[in-house]
């Protein structure tokens, strides 16, 4: 590995956790998790000091005990000290191993840690009332521990550097269910208490914030030989219509990248505070119910969680300054499934051009936040939080990377067998982007040259847009365009009526179509009259959408404009339907925000009103953009 991780303050070069074995007891009444963690270490080089650190963020650590893996130790409690608070990073727990004696590179030992989550509100856990959710019969619980926060949950070395297997035995009030990113050994089992005890063992590798568990009141529907979705009840139906076809979005990733080796893919549909579209905690991907359009529209979510199977879960970067390792590859093989889905290949074009804008737009937001380091391909994250760089740079700007240069070698077809040879190349190894360059570089020979006069200095660390970009052409664009610009010229009725004559199919357009001409609307400066809005939105078929593709533009339209309505579709669209996406959540506080007189007052309202039972990483987010206190 050639680089070294600043996110964590655990020394993973010198001792590495490759099994864990967990004993959860889940308390709703005092909101916190009591949990009994066994490490397995194995020493990867003479230790300096016989100090293992691990990470830790408010919680409390009751005991520790340390033994040798030679099978004659017994456990003997060991000597802990928890740091002072380090900026963004926790604390470390610091342990004393001088009770095993001398260590080497054949060493292996276990240590038990017996600790408490805190009921201070932290990233890695958000714990509801029966009243925040869809049955209000029941609380819930869901984690959320990317990019560094299951060191809020257990004491790990929570680094994406470094991989894991593990087990788990989870005790939960009866009548609820767990789930967690590892495969179910069968039904909960009484423990005779009031709670029911349920087992798990999760036997790939995987890095710290692939950690997760839900508890609630959660049910089950295979959707496939190897898939099925959880949720509460009654969103079940929903969920089963809208992702009927994850089965064949797996075959394709398939056909892509190589087997699929994590056995079972299922996911759980959250309750709206959760704050992404998607997580894809392995064997049990998070979504979002902002998917559930009623019209599958928003299956791309999907996709993109699927493919993380094998760019992110599978082959891992080194560290959270190369995050485009996980989700630039990520994007790039999403837009070869949906171009697959639609069957054009020009499809992938047309989905670059789509988002590339909210490149543009976040790139926008850290200039004028003067944080304009944060757009380089690979940012320096050193003493601040990763959290502070998720945007759509990793995304977007590694996307078109992999569009170029797939382009440079030779196109899709000659690049084919490379994405397979570099899933099996580093598959369960930590790779930054040197790695990934020099691999490629090796792979194509006869393309070294070109690949070697590319200005990788820049690619990688210049601020601002693509250092390199493809041609991006595509009938599906160049006809959004033509309806934008018809619709931005257009001053009276007998204008909109002529639009409607020529694009008389429009409200049934496709999703991707109808956000895009949304968002290129939406980029636009000028003002319109109401006559003039409301006229495009029943041409596009907005009203009435639960589409938030459409919907976020559109409402950022009708703000720019100071249409009052918008700002009552806004705060419907935050309390009703989407409290806790960053994706919608983001931009529309940030529009309000800017319409001073009426709608930064709302804003405001509408925040103050929500911020009790939002996720804690969506009340920091939207607390800088209404520059108030989180």
């Given at each position: 590995?050639?680089?070294?991780?600043?996110?964590?303050?655990?020394?993973?070069?010198?001792?590495?956790?490759?099994?864990?074995?967990?004993?959860?007891?889940?308390?709703?009444?005092?909101?916190?998790?009591?949990?009994?963690?066994?490490?397995?270490?194995?020493?990867?080089?003479?230790?300096?000091?016989?100090?293992?650190?691990?990470?830790?963020?408010?919680?409390?650590?009751?005991?520790?005990?340390?033994?040798?893996?030679?099978?004659?130790?017994?456990?003997?409690?060991?000597?802990?000290?928890?740091?002072?608070?380090?900026?963004?990073?926790?604390?470390?727990?610091?342990?004393?191993?001088?009770?095993?004696?001398?260590?080497?590179?054949?060493?292996?030992?276990?240590?038990?840690?017996?600790?408490?989550?805190?009921?201070?509100?932290?990233?890695?856990?958000?714990?509801?009332?029966?009243?925040e959710t869809a049955g209000k019969k029941h609380p819930y619980l869901y984690s959320q521990c990317q990019s560094i926060f299951c060191r809020s949950i257990f004491p790990c070395q929570d680094t994406p550097a470094l991989k894991f297997t593990f087990s788990a035995s989870v005790k939960v009030p009866e009548g609820l269910a767990?789930?967690?990113?590892?495969?179910?050994?069968?039904?909960?089992?009484?423990?005779?208490?009031?709670?029911?005890?349920?087992?798990?063992?999760?036997?790939?590798?995987?890095?710290?914030?692939?950690?997760?568990?839900?508890?609630?009141?959660?049910?089950?529907s295979d959707l496939g030989p190897r898939c099925a979705v959880w949720t509460e009840p009654e969103l079940l139906d929903a969920c089963v219509y809208e992702f009927a076809e994850v089965e064949s979005i797996l075959k394709i990733a398939e056909s892509i990248c190589g087997p699929y080796v994590w056995t079972r893919y299922e996911?759980?549909?959250?309750?709206?505070?959760?704050?992404?579209?998607?997580?894809?905690?392995?064997?049990?991907?998070?979504?979002?119910?902002?998917?559930?359009?009623?019209?599958?529209?928003?299956?791309?979510?999907?996709?993109?969680?699927?493919?993380?199977?094998?760019?992110?879960?599978?082959?891992?970067?080194?560290?959270?300054?190369?995050?485009?390792?996980?989700?630039?590859?990520?994007?790039?093989?999403?837009?070869?499934?949906?171009?697959?889905?639609?069957?054009?290949?020009?499809?992938?074009?047309?989905?670059?051009?789509?988002?590339?804008?909210?490149?543009?737009?976040?790139?926008?937001?850290?200039?004028?936040?003067?944080?304009?380091?944060?757009?380089a391909l690979v940012p320096d994250l050193s003493n601040r939080s990763p959290e502070d760089a998720f945007c759509a740079v990793p995304y977007e700007k590694g996307c078109m990377l992999l569009c170029y240069v797939e382009e440079l070698v030779g196109g899709p077809e000659a690049f084919a067998p490379y994405i397979k040879n570099?899933?099996?190349?580093?598959?369960?190894?930590?790779?930054?982007?040197?790695?990934?360059?020099?691999?490629?570089?090796?792979?194509?020979?006869?393309?070294?040259?070109?690949?070697?006069?590319?200005?990788?200095?820049?690619?990688?660390?210049?601020?601002?847009?693509?250092?390199?970009?493809?041609?991006?052409?595509?009938?599906?664009?160049?006809?959004?365009?033509?309806?934008?610009?018809?619709?931005?010229?257009?001053?009276?009725?007998?204008?909109?009526?002529?639009?409607?004559?020529?694009?008389?199919?429009?409200?049934?357009?496709?999703?991707?179509?109808?956000?895009?001409?949304?968002?290129?609307?939406?980029?636009?400066?000028?003002?319109?009259?109401?006559?003039?809005?409301?006229?495009?939105?029943?041409?596009?078929?907005?009203?009435?959408?639960?589409?938030?593709?459409?919907?976020?533009?559109?409402?950022?339209?009708?703000?720019?404009?100071?249409?009052?309505?918008?700002?009552?579709?806004?705060?419907?669209?935050?309390?009703?339907?989407?409290?806790?996406?960053?994706?919608?959540?983001?931009?529309?506080?940030?529009?309000?925000?800017?319409?001073?007189?009426?709608?930064?007052?709302?804003?405001?309202?509408?925040?103050?009103?929500?911020?009790?039972?939002?996720?804690?990483?969506?009340?920091?987010?939207?607390?800088?953009?209404?520059?108030?206190?989180?």
């Open positions: 590995m050639s680089v070294t991780d600043p996110s964590t303050l655990s020394n993973y070069s010198v001792f590495r956790t490759y099994d864990l074995k967990l004993d959860i007891d889940v308390s709703f009444d005092s909101k916190t998790l009591t949990i009994t963690s066994q490490h397995f270490f194995k020493v990867l080089k003479t230790p300096e000091s016989q100090t293992l650190v691990l990470d830790t963020e408010s919680l409390t650590v009751d005991s520790v005990q340390i033994k040798n893996l030679d099978g004659r130790s017994d456990f003997t409690s060991a000597q802990f000290e928890l740091s002072e608070t380090t900026k963004y990073l926790g604390r470390g727990l610091s342990i004393d191993l001088t009770g095993l004696g001398s260590l080497n590179e054949t060493s292996r030992f276990l240590v038990c840690i017996r600790s408490r989550t805190t009921e201070e509100p932290r990233e890695g856990l958000q714990w509801m009332s029966k009243e767990v789930v967690m990113s590892a495969i179910s050994n069968g039904p909960g089992i009484s423990s005779g208490d009031g709670k029911t005890v349920f087992s798990f063992t999760q036997s790939q590798p995987i890095p710290a914030y692939l950690f997760a568990i839900a508890v609630g009141n959660l049910v089950k996911f759980l549909v959250l309750p709206p505070t959760f704050p992404f579209g998607g997580m894809e905690n392995a064997n049990m991907t998070f979504l979002s119910p902002t998917l559930l359009a009623g019209d599958r529209s928003m299956i791309s979510v999907l996709a993109h969680e699927i493919e993380h199977s094998w760019t992110g879960n599978l082959v891992t970067t080194a560290s959270w300054e190369h995050f485009w390792l996980n989700e630039g590859w990520t994007r790039f093989i999403e837009d070869k499934i949906k171009a697959r889905m639609e069957g054009n290949e020009s499809y992938r074009k047309f989905l670059l051009v789509k988002e590339q804008k909210r490149l543009r737009d976040d790139i926008a937001n850290f200039e004028e936040t003067g944080r304009s380091e944060l757009t570099y899933v099996e190349t580093f598959r369960n190894t930590p790779v930054d982007s040197q790695a990934w360059l020099k691999h490629l570089i090796g792979f194509f020979p006869n393309k070294a040259e070109a690949l070697n006069a590319l200005p990788w200095e820049d690619i990688f660390s210049k601020f601002g847009g693509s250092v390199v970009n493809i041609d991006t052409t595509n009938e599906l664009t160049e006809k959004c365009k033509e309806v934008c610009e018809k619709w931005t010229c257009a001053r009276s009725k007998e204008d909109f009526d002529a639009i409607y004559r020529e694009f008389p199919d429009a409200a049934v357009w496709s999703s991707d179509v109808k956000a895009e001409v949304l968002e290129m609307l939406r980029e636009k400066d000028n003002k319109w009259s109401v006559e003039k809005f409301e006229s495009f939105t029943k041409h596009l078929g907005v009203e009435g959408t639960k589409n938030c593709e459409q919907l976020t533009p559109w409402i950022r339209i009708g703000l720019r404009c100071e249409i009052e309505r918008a700002i009552d579709v806004a705060e419907d669209l935050l309390v009703n339907c989407n409290i806790g996406r960053l994706k919608y959540v983001g931009p529309i506080y940030r529009a309000l925000y800017r319409w001073e007189q009426k709608g930064r007052p709302r804003a405001v309202a509408i925040f103050t009103r929500l911020k009790p039972i939002m996720n804690p990483i969506a009340v920091n987010e939207v607390a800088k953009i209404l520059q108030l206190t989180a």
